[in-house]
């Protein structure tokens, strides 16, 4: 449903008018005592998370009216860090973003789907029509039907082909939550499967962390929080010991935000506020450079490794490098140079180098390099940024390489991301709770493994499914790596597995974050897939394409368990917050339409085919936060109807609080680390034993390999611009995406009234191009066209495009792939070619493109 | 007691969680007697605007938030032919008062057009204008408003007028357009102007010069500035005057002197890159 501009309104009215103002359809059947209407009249506050950040929401009227910052209580102690003369404490609430503000708007849009629908065409037992997948229209149904016909299919595909023939694809991210939303996701869904009978894993791997888990880990281990080293207390070590902050492809202001908003904003600022001084390297002048850099270097995209080769060139050959850290900390420095200074290929890794390949100018490598050597200094790259593009892993080696040679670990030296995944801030270590992906885990007494071992891998679904067999290597099962994994061999179908014929989903998101659209979708539009169902908030492309859409409820609609922002089991023990806060998460309102949690669909489907007791061992939504509750500390500080009455709580920082900063302890002991020599593998043994010395695409030792297809290759002389395809700033992935106080930012209207994504083009290649700002452009290469609003600016550098992934896709035909998208999802442009031969990972960062300005001709 | 506002554009991250909250505080939600729902889309109450200027690779962005002046004279008042339709409060908080308005007599906007900063949007649905309140229904509960207590940087510093004073004279924060005389009650820091801008660095060490004394002098006038740059090099004059010429010279112990003259303010963010200087001579 598109979203006209009084559509807001009258959504308002409509949803007032068809299910009351504050009860679900199916509560318009109960009826509600008078005493019960004064509670819903009565103005609430009610303390809670979005993925946008900590939100105290009013409700009134059984509608949430609005969200404002979750208060910290006065007397709660926080924490303090003394640094050069200044006293730095975070203010007293959280910081949502514009997500979290725009939740209320987001939740309430007329694109929410409010009861259960069944695509046109399709039917049980595979006989339905199938080409028309994401074109049909759908009808809606009843619960009990949707139960049927979901519960239905599992048990006739499972009969008819094996287990092995259902799959379950988890979303990109969804809702908060420990019990629903991510717990759903990552502990009830693979939960009630497995008791099924079990399912072909759909392996992801990981799509945000590509570069650091298929290369850092490999140099110094962390393999359990995707190569992010620890955080803890690197924001006191910088405040108090760096003498220079550099930034290198990242921009956290923007993208660092995700299940706790500007939590680390005020951090950067203090930063400059200590009289540290800060530089930027990236292809744009993003939202971190303009606020908090003294200094942009400008970069090609996907060059970067080069140079950094050039500044340990500068530091080899100047000896400003840590001669004493380096024999005692690392092993393999002696190749690593060999390498740098040319012995090995020839080729001296110079600053006049590495500015052939990566346009950064020699005497800027060389005077960053040298103010690098110059103190101790703080390198914020984690996570982000290059990691995703051609070769991410050699780029993220090349970030834990610098800094090793600068003493890894020594006060002032480190690697931070500063967010949700690692950390930073004092902490107390000694508090456990759920967080993201944690789920039921801790509390379930059965545990219920995958009987089937068949995969079905991310990055080649719409192969596996038209063309297989499919083979592949490496690639994980699941959020996190282990080294050897990226040695396994895998295919699909495996002997004796069945094909893939139903698929699982919940929450949408997945088609328009991942690689190549165009492809990815052709994989619907056959019937070897007989069902698709999915757990959804909204109509948007993943919903086109399923069969059965179930109506998912939002976090503001359950109750739920979790710690603010927390990683949970998925990066141990981080705190991504300024405070550490436990959340009840009581819910807001009653759930939409006839919506229902993410947990009470999966336990309807369990009662219907005789597995409730299994799935649930008896509990229900309560009784999970009850047990998450007991197993979690904030059992010790206050009692469960405290809590659930509260709603939330502030644990106060601790009276004698120790920093460990990250790494100190491996500064002090040079050994332990999570490689086999305990040591920083400069050269790693393992790579070598595997790849050899001389693949082209890994390397023992780090080294910049050149892009395949990229500018200076000869696909090159077809797409001159390299596009830059970014986490998105005004939408998560794609929620949000439908938000219009969200596209009112951002979307550039074009002569015909149609919001069009922007792409940033340079001034230079906008001119050389005849666009002008605000022109609609066509970008396009082979993997697909579409476009966008131009935004013609100097803060990008020439012969870059810039776009946020996830915008709304509009092609002229969701049946064939390839046609022009007029809603600007970039990912329709990017290859789902993998990262290399070592890492069997989404290359989603880079791909060469051309622009044209648009005139109605295809 | 009367409010006043200081922004500081350089703190500014261009996040817009202040605009995202100005629209939850009041789409779908009214205040009475201060403010009417506000529209779901057309209205911006507060809008973060980007400016940017400088070329490539020197870019210079400067992201202000614009929100209703709250002006001592608002020009809104003397345009408004309905009396008391918008009107002071003892707070010098100026308001539009929603029922007032409403007398369908506005066809031509005038308060629309009188406001010099069009920060005043009219609703056709409802036939009244609307704007920013100061979220005078928050002040009255002790609470901050919206846009203020959603800024996750510091940007706005809100209180009391005198003591927003001190800090306005002390941070050098102005107003933006005096020349409207309209006695806004919102001061900048860090609004555009023309600049020049340039990076010292070591003609051998390539490595940052802190501590340079940088002066320029205008050609014509004679009238001169100085500064010293900062801890990665970096000088920055800021309201100059466009179009004038400049020689801009550095000093620095241990370097030999710089000069370089006619440098002409052709575009309004001149930097002019990377200044090298010699090492002096030992004597
Ligand atoms: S800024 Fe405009 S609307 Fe506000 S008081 Fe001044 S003239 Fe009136
Ligand atoms: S002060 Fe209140 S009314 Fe004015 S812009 Fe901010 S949030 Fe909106
Ligand atoms: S909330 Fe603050 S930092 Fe964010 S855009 Fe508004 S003024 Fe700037």
């Known amino acids: 449903m598109s979203v006209t501009k009084n559509d807001y309104s009258k959504a308002v009215s409509v949803l007032s008018d068809v299910f009351g103002s504050f009860h679900s359809g199916d509560n318009l059947m109960k009826s509600i005592t008078p005493k019960e209407i004064k509670e819903i009249q009565k103005e609430k506050k009610i303390y809670t998370s979005t993925f946008g950040g900590g939100v105290v929401s009013t409700v009134k009227n059984g509608r949430v009216i609005k969200t404002d910052p979750l208060p910290i209580p006065e007397d709660v102690r926080q924490y303090e860090i003394k640094a050069r003369g200044k006293v730095f404490t975070p203010p007293r609430k959280c910081l949502p973003d514009m997500w979290g503000h725009g939740y209320r708007r987001w939740i309430y849009d007329p694109a929410r789907v409010r009861y259960p629908l069944k695509r046109v065409g399709w039917e049980p037992g595979g006989k339905g029509k199938y080409d028309n997948r994401g074109l049909s229209e759908f009808v809606r149904i009843s619960w009990d039907e949707a139960i049927d016909h979901v519960t239905g299919e599992l048990k006739r595909v499972k009969e008819t082909y094996g287990s092995a023939a259902i799959t379950y694809m988890d979303t990109f991210h969804t809702t908060w939550g420990t019990i629903h939303g991510m717990g759903t996701e990552y502990t009830i869904i693979p939960r009630f499967l497995n008791i099924l009978g079990g399912f072909t894993e759909y392996t992801i791997g990981t799509s945000s962390w590509v570069g650091w888990v298929s290369g850092a880990s490999f140099m110094y281990g962390f393999w359990w929080a995707n190569a992010t080293s620890e955080g803890h207390d690197t924001l006191a070590d910088s405040l108090q010991n760096s003498r220079m902050v550099v930034y290198w492809a990242i921009d956290p202001t923007k993208s660092t935000r995700m299940y706790h908003g500007h939590e680390m904003e005020p951090w950067r600022h203090w930063v400059r506020e200590a009289g540290i001084k800060t530089v930027m390297i990236s292809p744009e002048v993003n939202d971190t450079a303009v606020v908090h850099a003294d200094r942009w270097i400008p970069i090609f995209p996907g060059y970067d490794a080069a140079m950094a080769a050039a500044i340990m060139y500068v530091w080899i050959t100047e000896g400003t490098y840590d001669k004493e850290y380096v024999k005692t900390h690392t092993v393999g420095f002696e190749e690593l140079k060999d390498y740098i200074v040319g012995k090995e290929d020839g080729i001296p890794k110079t600053p006049e180098w590495a500015e052939k390949i990566c346009d950064v100018k020699a005497d800027t490598i060389t005077g960053l390099a040298r103010e690098w050597a110059a103190g101790p200094t703080t390198l914020y790259c984690q996570l982000s940024g290059a990691c995703r593009g051609w070769y991410g892993h050699e780029w993220t080696r090349m970030m834990v390489a610098l800094q090793t040679l600068q003493g890894l670990g020594k006060p002032g030296v480190n690697m931070v991301s500063w967010g949700w995944a690692s950390g930073g801030a004092p902490f107390d270590k000694s508090i456990r709770m759920p967080g993201y992906t944690t789920g039921i885990k801790p509390v379930e007494t059965k545990l219920y493994p995958n009987p089937v071992p068949q995969k079905m891998h991310a990055l080649d679904v719409s192969d596996c499914i038209l063309r297989p067999p499919v083979k592949w290597r490496g690639g994980s099962t699941g959020a996190t790596y282990w080294g050897e994994e990226f040695f396994y061999n895998y295919e699909y179908p495996m002997p004796g597995y069945s094909e893939v014929k139903m698929i699982m989903r919940l929450g949408g998101g997945q088609i328009l974050s991942y690689s190549n659209v165009n492809w990815r979708v052709s994989g619907y539009l056959t019937p070897k897939i007989e069902t698709i169902v999915i757990d959804a908030l909204f109509m948007e492309p993943c919903t086109w394409y399923a069969d059965i859409v179930l109506p998912a409820c939002s976090d503001f609609e359950r109750n739920d368990i979790s710690m603010l922002g927390c990683g949970g089991l998925y990066i141990p023990y981080s705190g991504s917050a300024n405070h550490q806060i436990a959340l009840y998460h009581k819910k807001s309102i009653e759930p939409m339409g006839q919506s229902k949690s993410d947990m009470d669909i999966y336990y309807s489907f369990a009662r219907k085919m005789g597995i409730y007791e299994q799935l649930s061992e008896g509990n229900t939504e309560e009784d999970w936060i009850k047990k998450l509750f007991y197993a979690s500390s904030i059992c010790k500080y206050v009692t469960y109807e405290e809590f659930k009455e509260k709603g939330y709580y502030v644990f106060p920082f601790p009276e004698k609080y120790e920093p460990t900063p990250a790494l100190r302890w491996f500064y002090e002991e040079a050994d332990g680390l999570c490689t086999p020599s305990g040591k920083i593998e400069l050269y790693s043994q393992v790579l070598a034993d595997f790849y050899g010395e001389k693949n082209p695409e890994i390397a023992p030792v780090p080294k910049f390999i050149e892009p395949k297809d990229g500018r200076r290759s000869d696909f090159a002389k077809k797409y001159p611009l390299t596009i830059f395809v970014t986490h998105p700033k005004f939408r998560f992935h794609t929620m949000q995406e439908n938000v219009t106080w969200l596209r009112k930012l951002h979307k550039m209207k074009g002569p015909d009234g149609h919001e069009y994504e922007p792409a940033w083009i340079s001034g230079e290649d906008a001119v050389a191009r005849g666009i002008k700002q605000g022109d609609i452009v066509q970008i396009f290469n082979d993997k697909g066209k579409l476009l966008a609003g131009a935004h013609v600016t100097e803060r990008i550098k020439p012969g870059v495009v810039r776009m946020f992934y996830g915008a709304n896709w509009l092609p002229d035909d969701r049946t064939k792939p390839g046609s022009l998208d007029r809603g600007g999802s970039a990912n329709v442009l990017t290859s789902n070619e993998p990262v290399s031969v070592h890492a069997h990972l989404h290359r989603i960062e880079h791909i060469m493109v051309e622009v044209r300005k648009w005139e109605g001709q295809n | ?283």
């Open chain 2, 1 to 283: 007691m009367k409010y006043a506002l200081l922004i500081d554009v350089n703190r500014c991250s261009i996040c817009f969680a202040c605009e995202v909250a100005c629209k939850d505080e009041f789409v779908g939600n009214a205040y009475p007697p201060y403010s009417a729902t506000q529209p779901d889309v057309e209205q911006e109450w507060i809008k973060l605007q980007e400016f940017e200027k400088g070329k490539y690779p020197y870019v210079k962005v400067y992201p202000i938030p614009l929100l209703c002046m709250h002006c001592e004279n608002p020009p809104c008042i003397k345009a408004c032919p309905v009396p008391g339709a918008i009107y002071k409060t003892e707070d010098s908080v100026v308001i539009i008062d929603p029922k007032k308005c409403d007398t369908g007599e506005c066809s031509t906007k005038p308060c629309v057009k009188g406001c010099p900063w069009g920060v005043i949007f009219f609703n056709e649905e409802s036939n009244i204008s609307q704007k920013c309140t100061l979220c005078i229904h928050r002040l009255k509960e002790g609470q901050e408003p919206a846009c203020f207590d959603a800024c996750p940087s510091g940007v706005f510093l809100f209180g009391e007028e005198s003591e927003i004073l001190k800090e306005v004279k002390k941070r050098g924060a102005r107003p933006m357009n005096p020349e409207y005389e309209a006695g806004p009650r919102v001061y900048y820091i860090g609004l555009p102007s023309v600049t020049l801008a340039g990076h010292i660095i070591g003609e051998q060490s390539l490595m940052d010069i802190p501590d340079a004394k940088v002066a320029i002098t205008e050609k014509k006038s004679g009238s001169a500035v100085s500064c010293k740059s900062d801890i990665s090099g970096n000088f920055v004059f800021e309201n100059l005057k466009a179009g004038a010429t400049y020689s801009v010279d550095v000093q620095c112990r241990g370097y030999k002197p710089k000069t370089i003259g006619n440098v002409k303010l052709d575009i309004e963010y001149k930097h002019l890159g990377d200044l090298k200087l010699a090492k002096a001579t030992k004597k």
